[in-house]
């Protein structure tokens, strides 16, 4: 691997260097380090050199650890509470289809359940309070209310408790990615984009007609 040499620049940006396309590599290395190994047990420098690029390139784009894990997650999430809200304010919102946007969502950011439980969802998680504060109202806070729609309009069991709901469905639509490894190597649960539409197929199944016959 060649060692990209960190050369002295004046204050200000750096020329040549907004990148859209490195941008994006450095946030897909850091989202699969840090979903691997935890955010504590990684690097800045661990990551520069997965990314082939020098820890001031990071810092550039970034400013910090802390930051670029921010990035790294609010690239993926942002879209996702943007689409939610679409769905909130759109007349019919099928829980199909709101699996299926994050089921897709995940699909092309498979690291991000697996980050997102090590870092918001388990005691101490890095970003927990930072997702709680700024994020957790528009994304799995939004499904409470679109359910509650669903079940006004009478497309959805008004039985069900919207909140109860919301979460059973983030579960159906990632729990699957966050068992990948087990899943392939112990049930034979394939990963490739047939086996995700399969997937996603069943996890539809079940929304629309339970497991009982």
Known sequence: MQTAQIKRRPRGRPAGQDNPQLRNSILDTAEQLFARQGYSATSMREIAEASSVNPAMIHYYFGSKSALLQHVMERTLEPLATALAEMKNAQEAPLEAISHLLMDTVSRHPNLPVLMVREVM????????HFLTHMASRLGG?????????????????????????????????????????????LGIAYDRPGLEQLQTHVARLLQEGITS
């Open 122 to 129: 388990l005691p101490g998680g890095v970003m927990q309070e």
């Open 142 to 186: 939004a499904l409470p209310g679109i359910i509650e729609n669903e079940q006004k309009a009478g497309r959805v069991m008004t039985g069900l408790d919207p909140a109860i709901s919301a979460m059973l469905l983030l579960a159906l639509s990632f729990f699957p990615f966050i068992v990948r490894d087990v899943a392939e190597k112990g």
